[in-house]
Structures are given as C-alpha cells and as structure tokens.
C-alpha cells in the first residue's frame, strides 16, 4: 500500500486556516531541501514555499500570492514538513504536494510527477 505523504487537507472557509504535514520517503530528510507545490484545476503547477535543509527559510522562499500568509517549517527529529495555511482565499484551492525543491524548469512538470506517484491533499477554500 502506498502510504500518501501529505496530511490535513479539506475544506475551509475563506480566512480560515489550514496546517499541512508531510513525511517524505523518497529522499533522505537532512540531505534535500523540501517544499510545497500546488496545483489548481487549469493552472500550472506552482512552488508556494521551500525550506533548507537546516531548517532556514526568507522571504523569497514563498511564492508571492502567498507571502505573509503561508509559513513552511520543519520537525528534523520527526522528519516532518509542515505548511501553516492562513488568510485563506478562494484562489488557494488547489491539490497540495510535498516534496524535494526543485530547479525552475523542473518546477511545472512536478505535480504530474507527484499524483502518478499518488501524492497530493486537497485543500478547498469556500466563500
């Protein structure tokens, strides 16, 4: 059986918040940066945040329509990922992925790698 590695997605009004867990296995956990990608219905596949290995994290690791509202963080001894959603919007509906950080060009190719596999966690914003 595979075992999805994303938890704690659902359905969540807008302004609402959501927290996002992750246990990822295809790499070992202190040697990759991690991040987040979602993707919406008839929209490219998008890195919302990415966080170092050592657990550091700036400004510039979130996507813009996120900023101020997402924050990434990790569990080294747990090797956990984690995404704190606030501030939801209507526009953050979306399948949310996990998974190792990835060069740009690699980035819109990446949320089909990952439902193959059968990753993935919906998150619906409601009005």
């Known amino acids: 059986e595979v075992q999805v590695p994303e938890r704690g997605g659902g359905e969540v009004e807008a302004g609402g918040s959501l927290i996002l867990s992750c246990t990822p296995s295809?790499?070992?956990?202190?040697?990759?940066?991690w991040a987040w990608y979602r993707q919406a219905p008839g929209r490219k596949c998008e890195q919302v945040s990415r966080?170092?290995?050592?657990?550091?994290?700036?400004?510039?690791d979130y996507a813009d329509s996120v900023k101020g509202r997402f924050t990434i963080s990790q569990d080294n001894q747990l090797n956990m990922v984690y995404l704190q959603m606030n501030s939801l919007k209507l526009d953050d509906t979306a399948v949310y992925y996990c998974?190792?950080?990835?060069?740009?060009?690699?980035?819109?190719?990446?949320?089909?790698?990952?439902?193959?596999w059968g990753q993935g966690t919906q998150v619906t914003v409601s009005s």
């Open positions: 998974g190792a950080d990835e060069v740009p060009s690699r980035i819109p190719t990446m949320c089909d790698r990952f439902r193959s």
């Open positions: 295809r790499h070992p956990f202190d040697d990759y940066d």
């Open positions: 966080i170092r290995s050592d657990g550091r994290t700036s400004h510039e």
